[in-house]
């Protein structure tokens, strides 16, 4: 009966040390004291893939973008971006947008 007790707590005492470890090893949201921190390389690729955007953009609207390649460790950057507007069908139209009333 001991034994099974001992056994038991060793196998709680386990399970526990699993969980706290892995809770642990979770990133924490970074808190009031301690800003996040935006890598150079993140900051240096947003500038660029948004360069000629500045502001502008609407929360809500859905935008066709047209993409081009980007420069030095940039994979892509917006060439041209179009807001979509109610009422109105796009279409691909040769490297354009194309554009009539329904």
Not at 48 to 69: E, H, K, M
């Amino acid at each position: 009966m001991a034994r099974a007790v001992l056994v038991a707590l060793l196998l709680i005492a386990v399970v526990t040390g699993a969980f706290l470890v892995g809770r642990s090893s979770v990133a924490q949201p970074p808190t009031a004291a301690a800003p996040q921190r935006i890598p150079a390389s993140y900051r240096a690729g947003f500038e660029d893939a948004f360069s000629g955007f500045d502001g502008g953009w609407a929360f809500s609207t859905p935008y066709i973008v047209t993409l081009r390649r980007g420069g030095s460790g940039i994979t892509y950057r917006f060439a041209r971006r179009w807001p979509m507007r109610p009422g109105i069908e796009y279409r691909a139209c040769g490297r354009g947008v194309c554009q009539r009333r329904r």
